[in-house]
């Protein structure tokens, strides 16, 4: 659905950056729900500022795509939601309606997900601190471990003695050769020295003996095809190796990193960049807070550095970045995909951001305007950096506007966002956005597409303020009132 205009109840709503922007995708759900801008008002009106609103349509068709790749492959296949990408259970009851499982990466998570009816045979646990009580409930409930280090089997295979249970592990591997380097990690076992542990160590009669080695399992740092290629060829030849030393290999785990393409247009994607340096070289006006460069800084009159934000615009994503990876050829020339169909092993995804692209929006609420020293007009919310920020640099897609009463004969006016901590760097956005008119206070602000990291991940309580609420629409269809609206504790199974 494109985004023009829109007038309801004298509500309008209006993407920022009309020109030179960074335009998102957006989902249909997204696109109705703004142009309800008193509805929106409503929700913030009963639940606080700001709030954060989840579907699960996206959830389910981006379910559907992975799934239906898997099967024109034919390949043996599990899907396993990162739930770290967002904390809100309704993903999980969906992922139990749809028949997928979840990757759990704390005790937190893996014990919710076991509450709300998930069978443990549908959970992995891939925690990077596996604590003796998480490692107990995963053993009881038998949920497969992602094993990290030699300390863990230690304590994984005596609490199984403990418990007199056999436990399923995955072994993660990292340190990978591509292209004659290797891959630095500071997870996992180095695949130069897993083997010889392995064989020695894993099995019958052998120091971990309640241990049943099943699967290798890699998570890469970053969003490249070409190192998931190369992980995935180097598992399978140790995958070989370890069945034909006797250990039952089921499956390799890729882990998450799939690529999302949050943005509409190329153009505008390199354009900004371009923009962005020009701006730090001073042949162009700011486009960010104070010139921040994102990454990229002036040295001796040059720029250096890149570009350090999620890569947000990508024309290989999703379902066909995955098809891209099991589709090429590993090291002895053959197919990615009828090697592991060859060998009878399962192949294993834990997608987090991908799965719930499209998922998620927080909306909040203009509280004040200000002009600063320099005349840059900052415009706050009633929110914090906390409730919209994950590890890049900044988020680099265009907020919406919703004006209450918008005076046809105002002016552009570009402005910043500033939040409610109490730090100079409270900038929700670092980047200037251009608006058709000067917000007034209780006029809205949408951030769309912010389920996966960006509502969760860094939410903190620091001055004593509440964590947003999180409402899920409850309803396929266009949503009209406020009761079409569930706190996602409460949320029922959609459907
Ligand atoms: C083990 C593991 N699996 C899955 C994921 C999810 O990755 P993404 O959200 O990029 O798909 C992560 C993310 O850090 C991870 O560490």
Redesign the pocket.
Known sequence: MQHTDRKLNQMTCRKGNKYQGLTPKTHPWMASLMAQGNLLKELITMHGSPVNILHMDPFEENIAAYRKLFRSFNLKHKIYF?R??NKCKSFVRQAIRSGIGI?TASERELAEALDLGMHGQDLVL?SAIKTRTQIELAIKNKVTIILDNVDECHLVNSIAREFNHRVDVGVRVSGFQVNGEKLYSRFGFDIDRVSPFILKNIGENKTYDRLDLTGLHF?LNGYSIEERIAALDQCLELAKQYKSAGYSIQFIDM????LVNYLQSREEWESFQLRLKESLMKKAPPVTFQNNGLGYRVLDGKITGSLDTYPYYNEIHGAAFLKKIIMSRGSHGKILADELKKENIQLRI?????LIDQSGITVARVVHRKQDAVGDWLVGLEMNMSQMMSSSADFLLDPFIIYQNRATNQKNTAVYFTGAYCLERDLLLKRKIALPALPEIGDLVVFVNTA?YMMHFFETEAHRFALAKNLVASSRIITLTTNDFMIDDQASYHG
């Open positions: 990162a770290k990408a990757d891939t998570h882990g998450g990193g799939i834990e997608p987090g951001r991908s996966g």
